[in-house]
Nanobody, 116 residues
């Protein structure tokens, strides 16, 4: 079993930055892709960014140029550097890991609130 734990969320003013971390533990830590998703109040969970084992990154249009995803050389932990935050970035941010065995795992989420 795998556990993902997110950290680094909080309350910040518009224009400031936050760095989220996602740390995995357990077995099956051979991840092919790791991703960040977010879910705002009354909204569905949506994709934010992903990074492959080889370091290829993909971003949602809403965060492109402001957010940066990265992984430690060992692949764990994973980070999301969020710059120039906007109130519309307020959401619960979730970490997701897709293993090479075809399983996917989710963390419990960390709250990010951006005040105007």
């Amino acid at each position: 079993q795998v556990q993902l734990v997110e950290s680094g969320g909080g309350l910040v003013q518009s224009g400031r930055s936050l760095r989220l971390s996602c740390t995995a533990s357990g077995s099956d830590l051979n991840f092919d892709v790791m991703s960040w998703y977010r879910q705002g109040p009354g909204e569905q969970r949506s994709f934010v960014a992903s990074i492959t084992r080889g370091g290829q990154t993909t971003y949602a249009n809403a965060v492109k140029g402001r957010f940066s995803i990265s992984r430690d050389n060992a692949g764990n932990p994973m980070f999301l550097q969020m710059n120039s935050l906007k109130p519309e970035d307020s959401a619960v941010y979730y970490c997701r890991a897709d293993s090479v065995l075809g399983r996917n795992y989710w963390g419990q989420g960390t709250q990010v609130t951006v005040s105007s």
